[in-house]
């Protein structure tokens, strides 16, 4: 899948690919300057020898499993197993973990729409949501973002 268009702050011209496993943006003067960026970046993520690694270049550190090459900046989702935090369980669950459980829970038409795109998802997105509501049960919820 692409999109394209203008972003709102500032109003810069993007064009995005949502290719499996990853993700590219390019951005330009106008739109199709936009997409010739994203199609570079793809030339080259293409004909890297990639070193992968968990750290985004100059950026943070990712502990759930998304890898960032090191030699072009390359990005995948499952790349690594996830670093699981012992207790991490064991908190409030936050605003935007409250919404999503929400929605899981009362979104049926959304909840279709994604098993029938993904289905070799379905079981990890049950599990995630038996997560959080043990977690919600157990802890509540704290409010924050």
Not at 31 to 36: G, P, R, S, V
Not at 55 to 74: D, E, H, I, S, V
Request: one cysteine or more; glycine letters at 10%.
């Amino acid at each position: 899948m692409v999109q394209w268009g203008n972003g709102i702050m500032p109003a810069t011209p993007f064009f995005e690919a949502f290719i499996p496993g990853t993700f590219i943006r390019g951005e330009g003067r106008t739109i199709a300057a936009a997409e010739d960026r994203a199609f570079e970046q793809y030339e080259g993520e293409r004909t890297c020898s990639h070193l992968w690694g968990r750290q985004r270049p100059g950026g943070q550190l990712y502990t759930n499993g998304a890898g960032w090459c090191r030699k072009c900046g390359a990005f995948r989702s499952e790349m690594f197993p996830a670093i699981v935090e012992i207790g991490a369980y064991r908190r409030p669950l936050r605003l935007m973990e409250v919404d999503h459980l929400h929605s899981v829970e009362n979104d049926h038409e959304m909840n279709a729409r994604m098993n029938a795109k993904y289905p070799e998802r379905k079981e990890i997105r049950l599990r995630h949501a038996r997560l959080l509501r043990i977690r919600m049960n157990l802890y509540g919820a704290d409010g924050r973002i």
